[in-house]
């Protein structure tokens, strides 16, 4: 797929189906996310956790809806989370892992998988969720932002969106 059309074909999936996503293609979006920018070059400051396992998934589910009273499920059923952690204290940690994720998203769309950037459930859980704990993380290092992918039923059709732009000649 030419990158021109997979923009156009990216869009947020809120719906998956039980299909399991293969290592390998798993693999092909950890590559991926590899060649994405990081601020500083500090890829030594950033990590990524591949999260199948259903109990942990059910838990940070929990603890969000714990948290915000809310009853909906912030992963949308995905039986896959790519979770990304940083030991960054600035605001570095959410333009890396902007950037890893959205190239994980693009990725996912070549592939034909569904995908949706998921920020708000982590951050509202923040660095001292329970479910942290079971992530084996570096010390240091903390979740900022992840994304679920999975197969899909069927395709969204992209919607048009334009950003205003100011041109300064």
Do not use: W
Not at 4 to 22: A, G
Not at 130 to 143: A, C, M, Q
Not at 156 to 166: G, M
């Amino acid at each position: 797929m030419l990158f021109d059309q997979v923009i156009d074909k990216r869009v947020s999936y809120r719906k998956f189906t039980d299909e399991k996503v293969s290592d390998e293609d798993v693999n092909k979006l950890l590559d991926a996310a590899s060649k994405s920018p990081i601020a500083n070059g500090a890829y030594d400051e950033c990590r990524l956790t591949v999260i199948r396992d259903k109990d942990i998934l059910s838990e940070i589910i929990s603890e969000y809806q714990n948290l915000t009273g809310k009853t909906k499920d912030p992963l949308f059923d995905s039986n896959l989370f790519i979770l990304f952690s940083s030991k960054k204290d600035t605001n570095a940690r959410y333009e890396d892992a902007g950037c890893v994720i959205e190239n994980i998203c693009l990725k996912a769309t070549e592939m034909g998988l569904g995908s949706c950037y998921i920020r708000g459930a982590i951050n509202s859980i923040g660095k001292d969720g329970k479910y942290i704990e079971k992530l084996s993380l570096d010390e240091g290092f903390y979740p900022v932002s992840g994304v679920v992918i999975g197969h899909v039923d069927s395709e969204i059709p992209p919607r048009k969106h334009e950003i205003k732009t100011n041109f300064i000649v």
